[in-house]
T-cell receptor
């Protein structure tokens, strides 16, 4: 099993700016997933990118995956105050069933 | 309808007490988990059950005992609570969703041991 490591640990931006968060992992994966956690709430699934995909979009979210560098990035464009949350990546090895290991997350603060 | 629900949401108790947190999912998933999130936000897997059978048991003190009466329920019982048990405990289930196989989390149970 392995966990993703998010970078930076904290990020503070102004509303309207773009936010980029990075994730690194160590071994081969089947897919990689990003989750968001609002303060005082559980984690919510945002997007899943498969190992044979390089980029995926969902609304204002753009996820990239570079399996050669074992890294992924999550870009939130035109950020809003409501995007303030912690963001976690979870690399999913194909032979681990549903076991997802989470890191410490990136704490994003979007100031109005 | 709440997909994964856990109770209680907040629990304050004294050291040495025994307490339980209950979890239910209505998604029809076979796999359920308990995660612990500490003050530094690390989310650590504790247990995983598949169709009532324990499949993951991470290094957790045996004061923690999960119980799955059926595949829709996974409860967590904690004996002899210690100060270090204070954390947020998340129940989750795993299965097919709109994005593929993903994890659905409950809202968390905030445990404070005093």
């Amino acid at each position: 099993s392995q966990q993703g490591e998010e970078d930076p640990q904290a990020l503070s931006i102004q509303e309207g700016e773009n936010a980029t968060m990075n994730c690194s992992y160590k071994t081969s994966i089947n897919n990689l997933q990003w989750y968001r956690q609002n303060s005082g709430r559980g984690l919510v699934h945002l997007i899943l990118i498969r190992s044979n995909e390089r980029e995926k979009h969902s609304g204002r979210l753009r996820v990239t995956l570079d399996t050669s560098k074992k890294s992924s990035s999550l870009l939130i464009t035109a950020s809003r105050a409501a995007d303030t949350a912690s963001y976690f990546c979870a690399p999913a090895p194909g032979n681990q069933g549903g076991k997802l290991i989470f890191g410490q997350g990136t704490e994003l603060s979007v100031k109005p | 309808d709440t997909a994964v629900s856990q109770t209680p949401k907040y629990l304050v108790t004294q050291m040495g007490n025994d307490k339980s947190i209950k979890c239910e999912q209505n998604l029809g998933h076979d796999t359920m988990y308990w995660y612990k999130q500490d003050s530094k936000k690390f989310l650590k897997i504790m247990f995983s059950y598949n169709n009532k059978e324990l499949i993951i048991n991470e290094t957790v003190p045996n004061r923690f005992s999960p119980k799955s009466p059926d595949k829709a329920h996974l409860n967590l019982h904690i004996n002899s609570l210690e100060l270090g048990d204070s954390a947020v405990y998340f129940c989750a289930s795993f299965g097919a969703g709109g994005f593929g196989n993903t994890i659905y989390f409950g809202e968390g149970s905030w445990l404070t041991v005093v």
